[in-house]
């Protein structure tokens, strides 16, 4: 796999700890880093995915108003909660 070298400039606290973390699971501190950089990435790309599908929703009219979630939220500590709104 080609690969491409990135700097970055982190908080010295963050740095210690990435590595401890090197140390303690004896890797490279790179590989501490991309294993970072990849799951960030991963969640990244899947909160764009889901924003995406959000928005769909609205823009087919799939939305539930504000004011009956509220209602419903606001009745969740009581003895008879609202069924959830649809």
């Known amino acids: 796999m080609d690969t491409k070298v990135i700097t970055a400039h982190v908080p010295?606290?963050?740095?210690?700890?990435?590595?401890?973390?090197?140390?303690?699971?004896?890797?490279?501190?790179?590989?501490i880093v991309k294993q970072a950089l990849s799951?960030?990435?991963?969640?990244?790309?899947?909160?764009h995915k889901l924003t995406l599908e959000a928005l769909a929703d609205v823009d087919a009219g799939r939305v539930i108003d504000h004011q009956a979630v509220q209602a419903?939220?606001?009745?969740?500590?009581?003895?008879?909660?609202l069924p959830v709104p649809r």
Request: proline share 8%; glycine share 6%; charged share 35%.
């Open 12 to 31: 010295l606290p963050l740095a210690e700890k990435v590595d401890q973390l090197a140390a303690r699971l004896e890797r490279p501190r790179g590989w």
């Open 39 to 47: 799951a960030w990435v991963d969640l990244e790309e899947e909160r």
């Open 72 to 81: 419903w939220a606001d009745s969740l500590g009581t003895e008879s909660p």
